[in-house]
């Protein structure tokens, strides 16, 4: 069976998302861990109700983080990395060790509304304040720079003149929870 190793920093609905599809059989993989950088979080909470061991890490330094996660991630020996809105840089000596294994989901349209600093309800409102007249959400590969990797899918929404970013978030986040699986799906299909 494959393995995931969940990366989450928030409510988790999108690793929620993923239980779901590993629960009804549209993943055939089993979630080996849920690594997240906060306590008190949604995120943590699925995976107590799911039974999904958590690990937190809480590193003083990028080195500290580094070896932290190697130590983890070794245990779990995760075929795919999954980033599910995780607000912590992921250091390149984890990048470099597993080459193509991680993916993030970015709630826009890649490369618009990306890197530092674009997070949560700013690339909604960004996308906004430029008057864009579609957004949407990005699964992509991770490389050493943010929100930069290769791009694998892309789903788009309209954006209307009366959203606030509150409401545009809404919209983006229902197709991101269709769109995570469906590439996770897809990747473990490709690499059996
Ligand atoms: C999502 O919008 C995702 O695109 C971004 O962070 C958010 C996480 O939401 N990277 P949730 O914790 O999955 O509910």
């Not at 490389?143 to 983006?172: F, H």
């Amino acid at each position: 069976m494959k393995k995931l190793v969940i990366f989450a920093s928030g409510s988790g609905s999108n690793f929620q998302a993923i239980i779901n599809a590993t629960k009804n059989q549209d993943i055939h993989a089993v979630i080996a861990g849920l690594i997240v950088n906060k306590k008190n979080i949604g995120a943590v909470e699925r995976a107590q109700k799911h039974d999904i061991p958590v690990a937190l890490l809480t590193p003083d330094d990028t080195h500290q983080f580094e070896q932290q996660l190697e130590k983890q991630l070794h245990k779990w020996n995760p075929d795919l990395i999954v980033l599910a809105g995780f607000l912590k840089k992921i250091p390149e000596r984890i990048i470099r060790k597993y080459p193509d294994k991680i993916i993030n989901i970015h709630p826009a349209l890649l490369p618009k509304y990306g890197g530092k600093g674009f997070y949560g309800l700013r690339v909604h409102k960004a996308v906004i304040e430029a008057e864009e007249s579609e957004s949407g959400c990005t699964v992509h590969y991770v490389n050493e720079e943010y929100d930069k990797g290769d791009i694998i899918a892309q789903k788009k929404v309209p954006v209307q003149p009366s959203d606030t970013p509150e409401i545009l978030a809404k919209r983006v986040l229902k197709e991101e929870h269709k769109l995570l699986p469906s590439v996770i799906k897809n990747i473990l299909n490709q690499n059996n």
